[in-house]
């Protein structure tokens, strides 16, 4: 099977052609992502709108160079996917019209594709990992701990009760004076810096269960930056790179000590082969896939990471839950609609807490 996968629900226009290989794992034979960060980056924030209009002008050109890197014709494609949310509706809807002409134009079969299983499904394309797997999954919108069992089955543990991680490293990056994205720009400056300088808190690790809360850490930092602020005449590369460190860390600490905690409800239910995977754009930070990495060594368990471009927003994990749906059989032709919102487990409250 050979699809063409296409993503367009926030900031990156992407197109890729992904097939299955013989032992049932994946090739990816093209991935183009057309980052928007050069449109949004005067507003320190994605503009809707902007995105929209970005995402209807690119992602023609997008699937023109993938199919080209992939040295195939559309006719060549055995069906294409998309995702159909959730995420902004604008760019959801250019992705789901393209990939709807591009569908009925060529006779294939169109696959929705939920964005969120298009992460969480990506250490399968990656690793060949096979189902269940405990999946942190941590990204720009979203913080959650999910069993996965299926390409269309996911048991939510817990999650976020506010803010994303992701969205608190941008958030943080803007009160520092960091380029967005802010993970990157507050994962380097903390290289330099020094964790120990502000005591920042670690909510809710207190509380049993796997849920998190972000937004106070973000109020935290903005507290630390304006008494310094009020006490000097402005940030200093120190007092940015320390500030960022300090905020790395509780970040860290709070999603390894969660992390911890959702394995061991995971091993509770005793799975045949127990393995952690991340997936996300946070889960490009390095300093969260060593910890995790580490904690993974000490319960005698197998972890797996992506690479870095596989974390962050791409149509080739578009392509490869739709291929995985596929082959479960699960198609959805004219049926696919943009969702600004989607859960991947619309059934149920979390075992062990809310959460998004
Ligand atoms: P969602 O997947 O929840 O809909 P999204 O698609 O916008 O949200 P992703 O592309 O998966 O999110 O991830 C983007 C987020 O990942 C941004 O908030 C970005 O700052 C963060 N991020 C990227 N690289 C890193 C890094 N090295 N460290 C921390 N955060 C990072
Ligand atoms: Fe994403």
């Given at each position: 099977l050979t699809l063409l996968g296409l993503e367009s629900s926030c900031d990156d226009t992407g197109a890729a052609v992904v097939r299955t290989r013989a032992d049932g794992g994946g090739e990816i034979l093209s991935n183009v992502v057309i980052s928007q960060d050069d449109l949004h980056a005067a507003f320190g924030g994605v503009v809707p709108e902007i995105a929209a209009r970005a995402h209807a002008e690119k992602i023609d050109i997008a699937v023109e160079q993938a199919l080209s890197r992939a040295g195939?014709?559309?006719?060549?494609?055995?069906a294409v996917a998309v995702?159909?949310?959730?995420?902004?509706i604008g760019g959801v809807l250019s992705g789901v019209m393209c990939a709807r002409g591009l569908a009925a134009g060529a006779g294939l079969p169109l696959v929705g594709v939920n964005h969120l299983a298009g992460h969480a499904l990506t250490p399968r394309l990656t690793d060949g990992l096979a189902f269940p797997y405990l999946m942190l999954l941590v990204s720009g919108g979203h913080c959650q701990f999910l069993i996965a069992h299926g390409p269309d089955r996911f048991t939510r543990l817990g999650g976020t009760i506010d803010d994303a991680p992701g969205e608190a490293f941008d958030k943080t990056a803007r009160l520092l004076g960091l380029p967005q994205p802010g993970g990157p720009a507050v994962e380097g400056a903390a290289r330099d810096g020094d964790a120990r300088r502000f005591a920042f808190p670690r909510p809710l690790?207190?509380?049993?269960?796997?849920d998190m809360s972000f937004s106070g850490l973000k109020t935290a930092v903005l507290r630390a930056r304006d008494q310094l602020l009020a006490a000097q005449d402005g940030l200093y590369p120190q007092d940015v790179n320390d500030l960022s460190a300090g905020f790395q860390a509780a970040v860290a600490d709070v999603l390894t000590e969660k992390t911890r905690r959702a394995l061991a409800a995971y091993l509770d239910l005793q799975p045949p082969a127990p393995t952690i995977a991340v997936a996300g754009g946070?889960?490009?930070?390095d300093a969260l896939r060593s910890r995790l990495s580490a904690l993974a060594a000490e319960h005698g368990i197998s972890f797996v990471a992506p690479p870095l471009a596989l974390c962050t927003d791409n149509a080739a994990m578009i392509a490869w839950a739709g291929l995985e749906r596929l082959r479960a059989g699960l198609t959805d032709d004219a049926a696919v609609i943009a969702r600004p919102r989607w859960p991947l487990?619309?059934?149920?409250?979390?075992?062990l807490g809310g959460g998004r």
């Open positions: 195939l014709r559309l006719d060549q494609i055995d995702t159909a949310g959730p995420g902004l690790l207190n509380r049993p269960g796997c946070v889960a490009a930070n487990d619309p059934d149920g409250p979390a075992l």
